[in-house]
């Protein structure tokens, strides 16, 4: 048994499920994990996080952050852990200083206000201030015992900037605009710091054991066409060329995420990602005939479907897996984060569905 800065035992995975779908390879029933599922929609995660104090500590300590990666797949039988940890970790790591003010979401002491701020950013080292992140794979990977494959992930250059530059959550992101159309060369030193970054944290996480990632774009939708191509996409589409695809000899899927992407889909297909996420406002089926043979796709009920009845919650996974029809190449998944107050046993009658009712769609 190695520590979690060691080397890790690595045992053949036992549901690999969800890695065959998004490489569009022949699975039994379709695959499911839920966006968010570490969280305070269980109060086995309000305990742990009580345990180590606050959201930062939590993500710090590698036991704690394998502890609350796991408490999902205790109670549900999904195909995939995602890392607990959150996009965040490389600004923090930039030393912007993030905290977190309660009930009000994430805040940094230091945000990036002019070309002299942006001068100053450095890339992170993956195993130097970020590796604690590093040790949170490692241990995850060792406790899954082969289980299901983990996730690893990171926020896009521009949904990370957004944060930067706001200073925390934004609804009208008039800062972060305000410097892509008047300063647009600020932007750019910043984001391409941040594409490098990105691109290095993840692949130390592919080295560390994650086998396969995803990209949170959760901002690129408030862009106009024109604008997501060149402050979000043309990122993502950097990063994707950087990064390992292969580890441990299995392809490593890159899945990206625009929320209220659906526009450009055929764009982001483009990058040569293996899968899309997809948020609710989008039918599957379109985007499936736009993008399915050159992609996956991951999603994607409406996560406020998990405040209604079994059935519903039913019908509606029914009617998005008839929407996909036959064949591999869907992960299901909520088209965002799961809500905090939704009961869990809602979100096991969505789980437990997508796996009984997929069975059909894949003689
Ligand atoms: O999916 C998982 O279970 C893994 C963990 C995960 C977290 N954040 C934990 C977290 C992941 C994948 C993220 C990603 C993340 N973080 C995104 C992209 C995905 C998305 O939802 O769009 C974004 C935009 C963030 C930034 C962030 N972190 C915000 C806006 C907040 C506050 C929101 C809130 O619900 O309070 C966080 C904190 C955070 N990250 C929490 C969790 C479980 C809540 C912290 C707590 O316990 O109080």
């Known amino acids: ?155 896009s250059p521009w949904t990370l900037a957004t944060y930067m530059v706001e200073g925390g959550s934004s609804k009208a992101f008039t800062k972060i605009k305000k410097m892509a159309f008047s300063d647009p060369q600020t932007l750019h030193a910043l984001l391409s710091v941040l594409a490098d970054s990105v691109t290095s944290y993840l692949n130390a996480q592919i080295a560390a054991g994650a086998q396969s990632v995803m990209i949170f774009d959760t901002w690129g939708g408030v862009l106009s066409p024109r604008d997501y191509k060149e402050f979000s996409l043309q990122y993502m589409h950097k990063i994707v060329d950087g990064l390992t695809r292969e580890s441990e000899g299995r392809k490593i899927p890159v899945t990206l995420f625009t929320k209220n992407g659906g526009m450009w889909l055929e764009a982001i297909a483009a990058t040569g990602c293996d899968a899309v996420g997809l948020d609710w406002t989008i039918d599957i089926a379109d985007a499936k005939a736009r993008v399915g043979d050159k992609v996956a796709l991951q999603g994607n009920m409406d996560p406020s479907m998990l405040y209604a009845q079994p059935a519903r919650i039913e019908q509606e996974v029914a009617d998005i897996l008839a929407g996909f029809g036959e064949g591999t190449g869907h992960v299901f998944n909520l088209g965002h984060g799961i809500h905090l107050d939704v009961p869990p046993e809602h979100a096991g009658v969505f789980v437990e569905a997508v796996h009984r009712l997929s069975k059909p769609y894949h003689k």
């Open 1 to 155: 048994m190695a520590d979690s800065s060691g080397t890790v035992e690595r045992p053949a995975l036992k549901n690999d499920r969800y890695l065959r779908a998004l490489l569009k390879q022949p699975v039994d029933m379709t695959p499911v994990w839920m966006m968010r599922q570490a969280g305070r929609y269980l109060p086995e995660y309000k305990a742990t996080r009580a345990e180590a104090g606050d959201f930062m500590s939590l993500c710090k300590n590698a036991e704690l952050a394998c502890e609350v990666t796991l408490q999902p797949l205790r109670r549900f039988p999904l195909d995939a852990a995602i890392l607990f940890s959150d996009i965040l970790t490389i600004p923090d790591a930039m030393g912007l200083g993030l905290y977190f003010e309660t009930g009000e979401g994430p805040r940094f002491k230091n945000p990036i206000e002019s070309k002299a701020d942006v001068d100053k950013l450095g890339v992170p080292d993956p195993e130097g201030e970020l590796q604690y992140v590093m040790n949170a794979v490692r241990t995850i990977r060792r406790e899954l015992k082969g289980d299901v494959p983990l996730i690893g992930f990171s926020g």
